[in-house]
């Protein structure tokens, strides 16, 4: 009897040990992968459930799982949902926003499967951007056609067609020029577009296909002071534009450009981070926008300013995330994004005589946190555009003399959301990768653990991470918070970062030598131009020039690099070059055919020794692994039968993310690669705007 009552003992404290090792707030993030990412709603049940049973008394947190726990319910049509909800209300009236959910399902009844009607996907493909607005009719959708040469386009929804409205013929053309934000105007038959180029533009072009008036040039700036600008919006009286200036001094304007004559009136300056949104009340005569909270913070908050510019009110100051989405089709409402109850969400607040009235109200839930608002329509439909991945990175062992990988090794722990680029630690225990999950940032895997951990962030943004040689620090690219664009030196633990060259023409890929005393970047300042610095004496040299340039990575001995070449529309193919670091001479390896191209980025890596490269390429659609001896030229694909790999690194050709990357480790025995899909889709959300403004719009 003592024996069976000392078992039960020591399993109460084995179980409530393992409930304590775990934070309630880690336990909130796996119910979120759960939900979110996978996808398993009853998994995550469970998991809400035990901590608004077991962390009861952090207030904050219960309230926020029963919450997810409410929707989770609601989403699977489950009567269960409004006990979830009576009971939030019920015990914690303190926690104002998650109650405020909650109150609103319960007045609505939104309590069933049927809340996500009126939400319907309208455009999912390569072409999908967020750089665009929607028609006023909800017929088109303008974009930028980055796949294509960065041309002006314009998507229709009802026959799921794209047209270009300006007519590039490759990158080089137009001195690289391409289109940025653009607006629809309000009857909805031109298009005003920002036109990046040396001396930046406003231009505005007809709409429809049957005009033959180029496009009009309304306002030019010198490409010495602004460095990118973009239209936000176009005013419902037709009259003026607002647009959004980044300077090479690191500050950010907005301004007002009068349709007529293209003269500009500057409205605010601030630090180069600036305004996201900048959009026109329904009379035309205020503008709401949203800024930092502080230097320090990435939430923003919302303010309002009279046109003319004579006054200017804060609207929405919160310590969430709180962005412009625009303004109710009747001007009674400005409506904004928030993340207060944990989701990002749909807030709305009453507007007149110029000033916000009253305390916000939810009004649409969980839109995603990554999406972006294109513009609402007359219907009052709200066009947004959305990444949707549930990627995460797997390795696999792999045998380079036999061609073969094994069987892929899934992580159990450490989600990170969105990981991209992987890259492995000289010493082999560690993966670094960049995350997505809507700020740039980077983690830290561990290969025996799965356990990850995030980089503290103190740069904007890390790009293309890469281990030092010493393992203790990284190398990217990176933006620092006075807006300065290069290459940094991150700090594996802290997250401080030291610079290593400022200028944005260095770009985003930066490589160290194998003894750290170099480092190799893509000249963006001279497209296909790759340049080698001497960390010590600061000089630098061309070490190749290709007009083609795709990718390229360093070897292990640093005297080559491999480089990838986009397709050449003359000859129809791309090649696999070998280049010597000490003299740029050229070779050779491989040519592949447009129909077997190489995937864009980050699928690149040198064998140890320096013997062979490993690359991805797609024939006919279906991913490949293959291998090329350095001396000989010859290619073997692998055997990638036993994993996921096809499946991983293929990217359908209807998404237009980048190509998240794979790195072999440093002694050859594992790959690490992303596994999940991705896409980019534009959705309408419907019939969520107060039932109120509705009736009244209809009536006009």
């Known amino acids: 009897m ?68 409410g929707e989770c319910y609601q989403r699977l049509g489950d009567a269960q949902a409004r006990k979830v909800y009576e009971q939030l209300v019920r015990e914690y009236a303190d926690k104002t926003d998650a109650v405020a959910v909650a109150r609103s399902r319960l007045t609505a009844g939104d309590t069933s499967a049927a809340a996500a009607k009126g939400d319907r996907a309208v455009w999912t493909g390569s072409k999908v951007d967020l750089f665009g607005r929607v028609s006023p009719d909800g017929r088109y959708v303008s974009y930028v056609d980055w796949p294509g040469y960065g041309d002006l386009a314009l998507h229709d929804v009802a026959t799921n067609r794209d047209r270009l409205l300006t007519g590039k013929k490759n990158w080089e053309d137009l001195e690289g020029a391409s289109a940025s934000w653009s607006a629809i105007s309000p009857d909805g038959k031109h298009i005003a577009y920002g036109w990046q180029s040396p001396d930046p533009e406003i231009r505005i072009v007809a709409l429809e296909p049957a005009a033959t008036m180029p496009p009009r040039t309304l306002a030019k700036f010198s490409g010495t002071e602004v460095r990118f600008l973009g239209v936000r919006d176009w005013s419902p009286d037709d009259k003026s534009l607002t647009v959004v200036l980044s300077r090479k001094d690191g500050t950010s304007q907005f301004c007002i450009v009068a349709v007529r004559d293209g003269m500009v009136r500057v409205l605010k300056s601030s630090d180069w981070r600036g305004a996201d949104r900048v959009m026109f009340s329904a009379d035309s005569k205020y503008i709401a926008y949203d800024l930092p909270a502080s230097d320090a913070a990435d939430q923003r908050d919302i303010f309002i300013m009279a046109a003319d510019g004579s006054r200017e009110t804060p609207a929405v100051v919160h310590s969430a995330d709180d962005r412009v989405i625009g303004w109710s089709p009747d001007g009674q409402y400005l409506l904004f994004s928030s993340d207060r109850t944990g989701s990002n969400a749909v807030w709305a607040v009453r507007f007149s005589d110029g000033r916000v009235k009253g305390r916000p109200e939810l009004i649409k839930s969980d839109i995603g946190t990554a999406s972006y608002p294109l513009g609402l329509t007359k219907s009052g439909a709200l066009f947004v555009y959305k990444n949707i991945s549930s990627r995460d990175l797997k390795i696999a062992p792999v045998d380079l003399r036999a061609g073969k990988l094994g069987q892929t090794v899934h992580f159990t722990r450490g989600y990170v959301p969105a990981p991209q680029d992987p890259h492995w630690s000289p010493d082999g225990k560690y993966l670094v990768y960049q995350t997505r999950g809507g700020q740039d940032g980077l983690a830290v895997r561990s290969i025996e653990t799965g356990e990850a951990r995030r980089i503290p962030r103190t740069l904007l943004y890390a790009r293309d991470p890469r281990w030092s040689p010493d393992g203790k620090s990284l190398i990217v690219g990176g933006r620092d918070g006075k807006g300065r664009d290069g290459v940094y030196q991150v700090d594996v633990e802290s997250g401080r970062f030291t610079p290593i060259a400022y200028g944005s023409r260095l770009g985003a890929e930066p490589r160290w030598s194998a003894d750290g005393t170099k480092i190799y970047y893509k000249d963006f300042g001279s497209p296909g131009r ?27 001995d640093s005297q080559s690099l491999a480089i990838q070449t986009a397709i050449d529309p003359a000859s129809q193919s791309g090649s696999l070059l070998i280049v010597s670091i000490a003299n740029g001479s050229s070779r050779e390896l491989l040519r592949l055919t447009a129909a077997e191209k190489f995937h864009q980025l980050h699928t690149m890596a040198w064998t140890p020794g320096s013997r062979a490269i490993l690359i991805a390429k797609k024939t006919a659609g279906r991913s490949e692994l293959w291998s090329v001896d350095v001396a000989t030229g010859q290619s073997r694909k692998f055997d990638t039968d036993a994993t996921d790999w096809a499946e991983a690194i293929s990217i359908p050709e209807e998404s237009n993310f980048l190509d998240g990357g794979f790195s072999l480790s440093p002694d050859g025995s594992h790959i690490a690669f992303l596994m999940g899909k991705s896409a980019a889709e534009v959705w309408a959300l419907e019939n969520f705007l107060p039932r109120t403004v509705v009736k009244q719009t209809a009536k006009k």
Request: aromatic share 6%; net charge positive; proline share 2%.
């Open 2 to 69: 003592k024996r069976i009552l000392l078992l039960a003992v020591t399993t109460a404290i084995v179980l409530v040990s393992s409930v304590s090792a775990q934070s309630g707030y880690e336990l909130y993030q796996q119910a979120l992968t759960k939900e979110r990412v996978e996808g398993r709603l009853q998994e995550a049940i469970a998991i809400y459930q035990r901590i608004a049973k077991n962390f009861s008394s952090d207030r904050a947190l219960a309230a926020k799982a029963l919450l997810r726990l």
């Open 530 to 556: 790759v340049v080698e610095r001497d960390l010590g004496s600061g000089a630098e040299r061309e070490v190749t020039r290709h007009p083609l340039l795709q990718n390229f990575e360093v070897s292990p």
